[in-house]
């Protein structure tokens, strides 16, 4: 015997396989014996220890009380990942009456719930805290809905597959094998720009709500000829994800035979273009790997970001005449990606579009991408050594889109995740038997959220409270008169605000009203208020965008006919969290207008350079003078401007095509501004009066006016077709030009104390006090 395990035997190896022979005998006799082959669709919760899992069996018999059980089962990793992901330590869970049987009886309920075929010690845990609940309070304390609980047990089923499966014994043959070159061929210059997915060491790569997609893309690449795909889809809706599956899949041979013999290899633009010094050169090196790789057998060719070889890149490489001989034949499969706006910018109407099928990949609806990344997450928590709680989770995926710019749904949860993670501290711990682990929580990514969008999603501070609650008081120090607008924009942000009124889209606000009543000061008014000052509010003027060119100044020129950024999109991109003011809405292009229709609905828009731009961090405010006559009529004849008569007008917009009813609906509130009584005009001029005195205390000159003043520009200034605009550019013209000339005349000095009159003439004059 001691010959043999020394290896010194001639017979080690025959000793080695009658061991493996009696290990299989033993598990197939003696230990799979108890694994039933029932599963939960055969069986009724009265006979649920049937279909448990042998760890769940194990855990009920050892056990006398429900409680006991649950202590036994916090030992297996699964159940462990199960409470940490709700920041749940054991030592939180307390000691309850509850019966062997109901306790069975409900993990057989959960499980079965959600499609399971056995009962694991997961669901016999998760139905300990549920029935426990009431008395506890524990998941309460948690912030966990039972809903949250079936999420996790999900979770945890994808993350620990194999203790509900049946295990059988499953030989896969993996790799090419030692004289691989001899069936690729000798590729140098392929070898020095691109790599090689199939022999990379990736973790399982999953393919959750794209199977569909996956199956077209086998059967493409399967055809004799034109067996080439395009994969369109915005940056992190999973392209390359499909990519390293079928890379994965052909590497195991657990795929089709007709593409088990594989090879995938990825072209890397990086080498590609590093060292070239003009486009002949890039051509020829683009040649000699076409020429490798087409003569190579069962190799399919990997372009991420094909454009670059239509004439997108730097160097307007188009190189569709050079791969179309190859791509006829079926010779060189080729799977090639895109952004949506690439795709329509530079492939959808080249030659080579019909050599191609097209697989659009859009962004997954949250629950689909919950799960996405729930299976990422593994690789994740192995590599940053931290537990993502559900709560985390959750909220990456809900918030996601308003963290990111530049990618969708389920890419942008996992960047927002990651960001989250780096700036995780050591503090953020908790202690699972004697292990100490950073956890991850939701307050952790909205802080991280917080400091990126400068944009609070926390609960509103003492401070910000106090401002919600007097806002009206706050707006009406700029805006005059308009109480029933002011009301209306005061009760929507706090309901927004508050968490009542939960938005997928930005805050957006119609301002209907004649000119100079109002409508832009509350807009200023509303971006010092809650954005810091006027310094974020993009401004537009909508009559300058009344024809369809408008379209390429709003999102940029197309790729290939300029470099124009647009006048919106690239403002937005740059300040994500502003306020968005368009002027004289209604005087936009109809295909102007739709472009907001979507903004308004998704909170989204794609440039004409095929990026997307998140409208989620702003207030939109497009104003309109459409309607003003009934509203000048209505405040002539004693009409109160209330929602009754807001309703009439936005009637009166919709049957005059002034604007369609899906894009009123769109926004969160439409605010009717009226005309402005001669009141106040005279509180608008005490306002700019006012003003102007703050600028010259900045002088230490102390200005003061008579009531005299007052009335004559109130009187002088005002003009019904244009209400309080012209009072501005009056006081200009007659007060602060008098001031200028008194000034620059060293007539006005520091220190000294003026009063405004006006004089026997008519005049403004300025009297030393």
Sequence with gaps: MVAVLSGSSPFLPLFLLNLQIMLEIFYRYHVSRYQSLKVIQDVTDQEALSVMTLPALSAAYHSVRAYQII????????????????????????????????????????????????????????????????????????????GDVVQILRWARLIFPYE??????????????LGEFLITGWTPETQLYTRNLSFENFDEISIIGRE?????????????????????????????????????????????EGLRSYTIIELLAGSLLAGASNQGELESRIQAIIGEVSHAQNVVLYIPEFQDLLGAGSFSLDLSGALAPYLKNGTLPIIASMTEGNYKAFFQKSSLSQLFTPITLTEPMPEQSERMV????????????????????????????????????PGSALAFLSDAISGLTHQSVAYYGNTKKRLLTKGELIRNFEHKTKITLSEPSA???????????????????????????????????????????????????????????AAKSL?????????????????????????????????????????????????????????????????????????LDDGRLTDNKGRVVSFMNTIIIATSNA?????????????????????????????????????????????????????????????????????????????????????????????????ARPIRRYVQNTLEELISQKLLKNELNRGDRIKVIVGKNGEFDLLKI
């Design 71 to 146: 202590q036994h089962l916090v030992s297996y990793p699964q159940v462990r990942f199960f409470l940490e992901r709700m920041a749940i330590v054991p030592s939180e869970i307390s000691d309850s009456e509850i019966g062997n049987a109901l306790l069975s009886q409900m993990a057989f309920k959960l499980a079965k719930g959600m499609g399971g075929s056995r009962v694991t010690t997961v669901d016999l845990a998760a139905a300990y805290l549920l029935l426990v609940e009431e008395n506890t309070k524990l998941l309460f304390k948690k912030k966990i809905k039972e």
């Design 164 to 177: 509900e499966e049946l295990k059988k014994l499953d030989v896969r043959i993996q790799g090419g094998g």
């Design 212 to 256: 569909s997609d996956y199956i077209t893309l086998k059967d493409s690449l399967n055809r004799s000829e034109n067996n080439n795909v395009i994969l369109v889809g915005e940056a992190g809706v999973g392209k390359e994800q499909l990519v390293k599956h079928l890379a994965q899949d052909c590497y195991t041979r657990n795929i089709e």
């Design 374 to 409: 729930m299976e990422k997450t593994k690789e994740i928590e192995m590599k940053q050594s931290v537990i993502i709680t559900y709560s985390a989770l959750k909220f990456s995926v809900k918030y996601a889109n308003r963290y990111s710019q530049s990618m969708v749904l």
């Design 463 to 521: 401070t910000e409270k106090d401002m919600l609650l007097h806002l009206e008081v706050i707006l009406h120090g700029d805006v005059v008169g308009q109480d029933e607008a002011i009301n209306t924009i005061s009760q929507a942000m706090r309901r927004i605000r508050s968490g009542v009124d939960t938005l997928n889209r930005p805050v957006s606000f119609l301002f209907l009203g004649p000119t100079g009543v109002g409508k832009t000061e």
């Design 527 to 599: 971006a010092t208020t809650c954005f810091g000052g006027e310094r974020a509010m993009i401004r537009l003027d909508m009559s300058e965008y009344a024809d369809e060119q408008g379209q390429r100044r709003l999102l940029g020129a197309l790729p290939g006919q300029g470099d124009e950024l647009g006048e919106l999109t690239e403002k937005v991109r740059d300040n994500p969290l502003s306020l968005i003011l368009l002027d004289e809405f209604e005087k936009a292009h109809p295909s102007i207008l739709n472009l907001f229709l979507q903004i």
């Design 627 to 723: 309607g003003s006559d009934l509203i000048h009529a209505a405040v002539e004849s004693g009409k109160a401007i209330d929602k009754a008569f807001s309703a009439q007008l936005i009637e009166h917009l919709q049957t005059s095509n002034i604007f369609r009813s899906e894009l009123l609906n769109r926004f969160d509130a439409i605010v009717t501004f009226k005309s402005l009584t001669i009141t106040d005009v005279t509180k608008i001029t005490s306002i700019l009066l006012r003003d102007l005195r703050k600028s010259m205390e900045e002088k230490d000159i102390a200005l003061s006016f008579d009531q005299g003043v007052l009335e004559k520009i109130s009187k002088e200034a005002y003009d019904k077709e244009f209400g």
